[in-house]
């Protein structure tokens, strides 16, 4: 793949304005940022057209669309990413260019997610690209250091997140509740969950399961989390806008619950696990049983 071509060039450089469209966030930005990240993602699905040997052109001054594209690639073999979302994505591109209006905040992070698993995947297996080192050659130095305060890696980045909240509120709430969920998912494994148990129910949101096997959390701190999902839900679907200080409460919280757990005795709290994974696998156990026995009955009636 031959990264000084044009279409390449054209698509990071959109790509790169989409970021700085993202970290704004008002009502013209959220609309350029689905029309920016669609124009960059339809630019590189061309440029990888081109590469297989096939013609962009459909006359001779029109070239063809997304969806042409992704039937040649189809058709060559070539592996794209997240194609039914990246649909939507064109879909809505489309829906804008056609009505006034822009699209939501939760909607912008949405899109903005799928492009970036679009464009790390491809730029990884068809030009041996990392998209974050790729980015530092076409994104402003500072729009960067703030999209990147997104993605929270460890402790510590939850003070990035705080940050955050003071340009993307709802931005930084679901990526605190994505950090939640990989820790809870952690601490789970390390007392021998059953793996068997759905992931969201390992998730640190999940105070629920930590009684079941035994633990009892605060009541304070449990009233905390119960807000906390609250807010995540209300806003998840569109009907409240998180402020800066309802976020970096939550961030607090997130904080305190992690403290607690840490506090745990592991070596005490495996045991209690361990009971549980077996009274839930007894249950299961039965409920195939009786399942069995009136799929039999069936048949004897039949």
């Not at 809505?92 to 009505?99: G, S």
């Amino acid at each position: 793949m031959a990264t000084e071509s044009p279409l390449f060039q054209s698509s990071m450089e959109l790509l790169a304005h989409s970021i700085s469209h993202f970290n704004s966030g008002d009502e013209l930005d959220r609309k350029l940022l689905i029309l920016h990240l669609a124009n960059s993602i339809e630019l590189l699905l061309k440029d990888l057209v081109l590469d297989t040997g096939v013609s962009i052109y459909s006359g001779p001054k029109e070239t063809i669309n997304i969806h042409k594209c992704l039937s040649i690639l189809k058709g060559q073999e070539v592996d794209v990413p997240v194609v039914n979302k990246i649909e939507l994505l064109i879909d809505e591109r489309n829906a804008l260019q056609h009505r006034f209006g822009s699209p939501n905040e939760l909607t912008s992070i949405f899109y903005m997610d799928i492009a970036m698993s679009f464009f790390k995947e491809v730029l990884a297996q068809q030009y041996d690209l990392d998209l974050d080192e790729t980015l530092d050659d076409f994104a402003d130095n500072q729009d960067l250091l703030v999209f990147r305060l997104r993605e929270p890696a460890n402790e510590s980045e939850l003070d990035n997140l705080k940050k955050l909240a003071a340009v993307h509120p709802l931005g930084a709430l679901l990526s605190a509740m994505a950090y939640m969920e990989n820790a809870g998912q952690a601490f789970w494994e390390q007392v021998g969950l059953d793996s068997g148990v759905p992931m969201r129910s390992m998730s640190l949101l999940a105070t629920a399961q930590l009684k079941r096997v035994g633990i009892t959390i605060p009541e304070d701190l449990r009233d905390e989390l119960n807000e906390l999902r609250m807010l995540r839900n209300l806003a998840a679907h569109g009907r409240k806008d998180p402020s800066v200080g309802e976020v970096i409460h939550g961030l607090d919280v997130i904080e305190k619950y992690e403290a607690y757990l840490a506090s745990l005795n592991l070596d005490e709290v495996r045991p209690l696990v361990e009971e549980w994974n077996r009274k839930r696998q007894l249950k299961l156990e039965e409920h195939r049983r009786k399942l069995e026995e009136e799929r039999m009955l069936k048949e004897l009636l039949e």
